[in-house]
């Protein structure tokens, strides 16, 4: 799909990878919906952006009727939704037999349930139209389960499946889907986690992190060239045939580096 004067709705907008696919989809001329719950924070992305005319909605996307507003001022200013990148979302680390139940739901509402949410208000003037990309902005912990995060490649692991599930249902409408699996990137990730902290030995790992841009870059040409999956930084795809071909060894090695094995 062509970038130019497309209407581009990104979730979580205001910092990140968010932010920076708003200046990266601006660059190349799109027309932009950005939704995040800090205002100042989506302003903020839009005066990078160079977007002076940017529509802005905050709002908490895990609620249905934020989720509903923030579609119709889209729908209201620009007629349609082009491209639409689920990109908020949340991290958890703690063994999956701890966490509290309402930590676990809290993370599937915003890393699947909101998602598929969103998809299922736009969807549907996509196929009317029979044109429209839904970009879900997955991880390579959805390719390869992380034992420092089980719960969070659980949800990455559901989007992963529900991205590759539409494009097959919406196929003949001429909608397409892409899921993004970023491996380290330089943002607040870790953060903004729910609770927990990962292993020392993860955190010595960003040093290979790439930039927000960077990431971003590779969103706007998967987008352009109809990619199915994208993987950044591309080293990533070594970690997910490690994971099919030596399954044992991988394992175990990603156990020591939790501190499990």
């Given at each position: 799909m062509q970038i130019p004067n497309r209407v581009v709705l990104i979730?979580?907008?205001?910092?990140?990878?968010?932010?920076?696919?708003?200046?990266e989809f601006a660059r190349f001329g799109a027309r932009l919906v950005l939704t995040s719950r800090s205002e100042a924070g989506l302003r903020k992305a839009?005066?990078?952006?160079?977007?002076?005319?940017?529509?802005?909605?905050?709002?908490?996307?895990?609620?249905?009727?934020?989720?509903?507003r923030i579609v119709d001022h889209a729908l209201e200013?620009?007629?349609?939704?082009?491209?639409?990148?689920?990109?908020?979302?949340?991290?958890?680390?703690?063994?999956?037999?701890?966490?509290?139940?309402?930590?676990?739901?809290?993370?599937?509402?915003?890393?699947?349930?909101?998602?598929l949410a969103l998809t299922q208000l736009i969807a549907p003037q996509m196929?009317?139209?029979?044109?429209?990309?839904?970009?879900?902005?997955?991880?390579?912990?959805?390719?390869?389960?992380?034992?420092?995060?089980?719960?969070?490649?659980?949800?990455?692991?559901?989007?992963?499946?529900l991205t590759e599930g539409l494009r097959m249902e919406l196929r003949a409408s001429g909608v397409r889907t892409m899921i993004v699996c970023p491996g380290y990137v330089k943002t607040g990730f870790q953060q903004h986690v729910i609770s927990g902290s990962p292993p020392a030995s993860i955190v010595k790992g960003r040093r290979f992190a790439i930039e927000p841009r960077e990431c971003a870059e590779?969103?706007?040409?998967?987008?352009?060239?109809?990619?199915?999956?994208v993987v950044t930084p591309a080293s990533g795809w070594a970690l997910t045939f490690a994971s099919r071909l030596f399954p044992r060894l991988l394992e175990a090695r990603l156990a020591a580096m939790n501190g499990t094995a």
């Open positions: 979730t979580g907008a205001s910092e990140g990878i968010g932010a920076a696919c708003a200046a839009a005066a990078a952006a160079d977007a002076k005319d940017a529509l802005i909605v905050p709002g908490d996307i895990t609620d249905d009727g934020s989720r509903r200013r620009f007629g349609a939704v082009d491209i639409l990148i689920n990109n908020a979302g949340l991290g958890l680390y703690a063994p999956a037999w701890t966490v509290p139940m309402e930590e676990a739901r809290r993370l599937m509402e915003i890393n699947f349930f909101a998602p196929r009317e139209r029979r044109t429209g990309f839904i970009v879900n902005i997955g991880s390579i912990a959805g390719k390869v389960t992380l034992p420092w995060m089980t719960l969070y490649s659980v949800s990455k692991y559901a989007l992963g499946s590779a969103i706007r040409r998967g987008v352009e060239r109809d990619a199915r999956t």
